[in-house]
């Protein structure tokens, strides 16, 4: 029995969405733990292309997906997320999605308050999603947010509702030079929600935990990155919520046992949206290069991604972080044609080798990257299925890649379908 975590590396973007999909033939239950609709995930299953940003990546391959305590819920856009899926032909309904009770909901103050903010910031702006999932966690921690159990509860949530927004109305108006928000309407329009979404909210914790009991596989899904993590990342240009392994139990409601891997999705080069420190950055024709053969566009905002180098700095930081027992590798394909690959393998602040990520945002957007070279591949490797067949070099800057964050490669991704995968261990197969 394995129960596997899959965990962004890096900034995010790194695959997750493809990685999941395909695993989870494999696992009876898949968990989001985190985020919110910050994240989009994509699968693409015959030729066709699926971005979903709040509802787990297993729903493709009919297992039951749960949004687990830890993430934060716009229902507006779930629900429109559960139409689209089911224009689709992808099957939704209470007995394959289930939302934790105690899940907290995006309010439209929460997305007014994200964007308004964030334009009072300028130069300074963290560059979110303005999705609301900052302010969402704020409340959450400030005790001054709505679970999902008393979203589905009227009286409750009105209660809930009219007692809020005249400090949001005051930060919105008086603060942010925003328009302030009915208390009818907001009740109105999320009442209308809560109706359609009450029959999927159940106590997910005993859900999972009763799975656990009989043996049944796991895939809990990551949502953003290693570096985005409140604690862990390049903060304040972080998201809001712990992205790191660990809170996949916390984010679900089990204990840290159940966990029998965790999965790092490693893109085989770096890509960031937003802003915040990125040392290995490329601002010359390789960067561009990668951006547009890696079709390197935000799969929630369409932002043009940063593109950059391999950076092992980060990537020793997520392995010990998370606990990595194994690597997914994706968008290997993306580096064909590159004569010269690099990879970094520490900083230079001051005349000095740095091998640790600092944690002063000043010193690390002060770093140079150190780099290693490596000869590239001109082949194209998208078609390639068993490992032997890929070029030499291809396979050297694999080995390298392990031998650096000293953690084996398990999967490695070579095109966005399903099937352009080269499988090398799959840690929930049972033998
Ligand atoms: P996630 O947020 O980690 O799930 O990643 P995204 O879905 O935001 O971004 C990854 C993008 O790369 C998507 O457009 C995927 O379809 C695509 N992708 C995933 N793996 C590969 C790969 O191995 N090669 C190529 N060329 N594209 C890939
Ligand atoms: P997936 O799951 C990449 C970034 C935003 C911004 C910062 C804070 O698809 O990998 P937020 O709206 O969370 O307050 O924004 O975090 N960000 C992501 N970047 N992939 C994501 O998710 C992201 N989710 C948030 O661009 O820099
Ligand atoms: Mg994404």
């Known amino acids: 029995m394995a129960n596997i975590v899959i965990i962004g590396t890096q900034w995010g973007d790194e695959g997750k969405g493809k990685v999941v999909d395909l695993l989870a033939e494999y696992a009876d239950l898949v968990v989001r733990f985190q985020g919110g609709n910050n994240a989009g995930h994509t699968m693409v299953v015959n030729g066709k292309q699926f971005i979903s940003h709040i509802v787990p990546s297993g729903i493709l391959q009919n297992k039951i997906c749960i949004i687990g305590n830890g993430v934060v819920i716009d229902p507006k856009v779930l629900l429109e997320e559960i139409e689209s899926l089911k224009s689709k032909g992808v099957s939704i309904s209470p007995e394959n999605l289930m939302i934790s009770e105690n899940a907290h909901i995006i309010m439209p103050y929460h997305k007014n308050i994200d964007l308004a903010s964030e334009s009072t910031k300028g130069e300074n702006k963290i560059g979110t999603t303005g999705r609301g999932i900052g302010p969402c966690y704020e409340d959450k921690a400030s005790r001054k947010g709505i679970r999902f159990v008393d979203f589905i509860d009227p009286e409750v949530f009105k209660e809930k509702v009219c007692s809020v927004l005249p400090e949001k109305n005051f930060i919105l108006e008086k603060y942010l030079s925003d328009k302030a928000l009915d208390a009818d309407s907001i009740i109105k329009e999320y009442s209308f929600y809560a109706k359609q979404l009450a029959p999927f909210t159940k106590n997910v914790s005993v859900i999972i935990f009763n799975a656990l009991k009989s043996g049944k596989q796991i895939l809990f899904e990551g949502a953003q990155g290693t570096h985005l993590d409140i604690d862990h990342g390049t903060y304040p240009f972080v998201t809001s919520s712990n992205t790191v392994s660990g809170n996949a139990a916390c984010g679900s409601g089990i204990g840290p046992k159940a966990i029998t891997g965790v999965i790092g999705i490693v893109k085989a080069y770096t890509t960031r949206v937003g802003a915040g420190p990125f040392p290995t950055e490329l601002f010359d024709e390789t960067g561009d290069y990668m951006q547009k053969k890696g079709a390197e566009f935000g799969a929630t905002t369409g932002r043009k991604r940063r593109c950059g180098w391999l950076d092992m700095v980060i990537l020793r930081n997520?392995?010990?972080?998370?606990?990595?027992?194994?690597?997914a590798i994706t968008k290997l394909d993306v580096l064909g044609g590159i004569?010269?690959?690099?990879?970094?393998?520490?900083?230079?602040?001051n005349g000095k080798i740095i091998e640790d990520m600092p944690a002063s945002i000043k010193l690390l957007s002060a770093c140079k990257p150190v780099y290693e070279?490596?000869?590239?591949?001109?082949?194209?490797?998208?078609?390639?299925?068993?490992?032997?067949?890929?070029p030499e070099t291809t396979k050297q800057y694999l080995k390298r890649i392990e031998e650096l964050i000293?953690?084996?490669i398990n999967i490695?991704?070579?095109?966005?379908?399903?099937?352009?995968?080269?499988?090398i261990n799959n840690p929930l197969k049972k033998s």
């Open 318 to 327: 997520a392995a010990r972080l998370n606990s990595l027992t194994g690597l």
């Open 339 to 349: 004569k010269t690959l690099k990879i970094c393998t520490g900083y230079e602040y």
């Open 373 to 390: 070279e490596m000869p590239g591949w001109d082949e194209d490797i998208s078609g390639i299925r068993i490992y032997e067949n890929l």
């Open 406 to 408: 000293e953690t084996p």
């Open 412 to 423: 490695v991704s070579v095109g966005p379908g399903r099937d352009e995968t080269i499988v």
